[in-house]
């Protein structure tokens, strides 16, 4: 009997040149490429903000250089996208994300790991980024990056966020600002990409950096509506 043979399906790709990635929606992106280079994994430790807990992020991080490849994750039972799954090309992938899913995945399921960033997810050399430490939460650049008003006409629950190419981070930023947000991951870019999960609430994001934890290597992005336990790479169905 031959035995089939099922593996993680690349959706889409980009290059990284100068060792560094912004991320986060468009104004977190501008953010992220105006301030100051992160260099490695670095302590970031959480702050109580009114009633949450938040993060202080710069919205850059140095990442390895090279192509990095981008995976659907597929809920099963829905058959609908549940988020995405970003790696450099020479990581193994299912590896990768268990890892990050065992240091720290998805606040809303048991056995999840850690919820912010402290000593555990720091040895283990994960960045983690909660719903309110990024998007509209942080209105850094938001004056110079603004997105379109809010027409509740043709409002759609979803989330998203960029992954560029520090170099050219501004200058995707003002191509995606033209591209309706629903419509922005059709545009394949060779420097950057949009994540966009319709029918989800609530970003996070997760990177996972090398052995040396000088670069970061992958990123997790997902909301309160994915489930792991019932979510797989596409292409492992």
């Known amino acids: 009997m031959n035995r089939i043979m099922r593996f993680p399906q690349i959706h889409t790709h980009f290059t990284v040149k100068p060792g560094h990635l912004c991320y986060g929606e468009l104004h977190?992106?501008?953010q992220g490429a105006s301030a100051e280079l992160s260099h490695?994994?670095?302590a970031v430790q959480p702050k109580i903000a009114g009633t949450v807990m938040t993060h202080k992020l710069d919205y850059n991080v140095s990442a390895q250089n090279g192509t990095w490849n981008a995976f659907r994750l597929i809920d099963t039972t829905e058959c609908r996208l549940a988020g995405w799954f970003v790696a450099h090309e020479e990581v193994d992938v299912l590896q990768e994300i268990d890892k990050i899913l065992r240091v720290s995945g998805s606040p809303y399921e048991e056995d999840s790991g850690s919820q912010y960033n402290d000593?555990?997810?720091?040895?283990?050399?994960i960045l983690v980024i909660n719903r309110y430490d990024w998007g509209l939460y942080?209105?850094?650049?938001?004056?110079?990056?603004?997105e379109a008003e809010f027409n509740p006409a043709t409002f759609t629950i979803r989330i998203n966020a960029g992954l560029?190419?520090?170099?050219?981070?501004?200058?995707e930023v003002i191509f995606w600002?033209?591209?309706?947000?629903?419509?922005?991951?059709?545009e394949q870019r060779p420097h950057g990409l949009w994540l966009d999960v319709p029918d989800n609430e609530y970003s996070f994001g997760r990177f996972g950096f090398d052995d040396q934890q000088s670069a970061a290597r992958s990123f997790l992005?997902?909301?309160?509506?994915?489930?792991?336990?019932?979510?797989?790479i596409a292409g492992m169905q």
């Open 28 to 30: 977190n992106i501008w």
């Open 40 to 42: 490695g994994l670095t």
């Open 119 to 125: 000593e555990k997810t720091m040895e283990e050399g």
């Open 138 to 146: 942080d209105k850094r650049a938001l004056d110079i990056v603004a």
């Open 164 to 171: 560029v190419d520090y170099a050219e981070a501004k200058a």
């Open 177 to 186: 600002k033209d591209v309706p947000e629903d419509s922005r991951d059709e």
């Open 221 to 232: 992005f997902f909301g309160i509506q994915t489930v792991f336990t019932q979510t797989v």
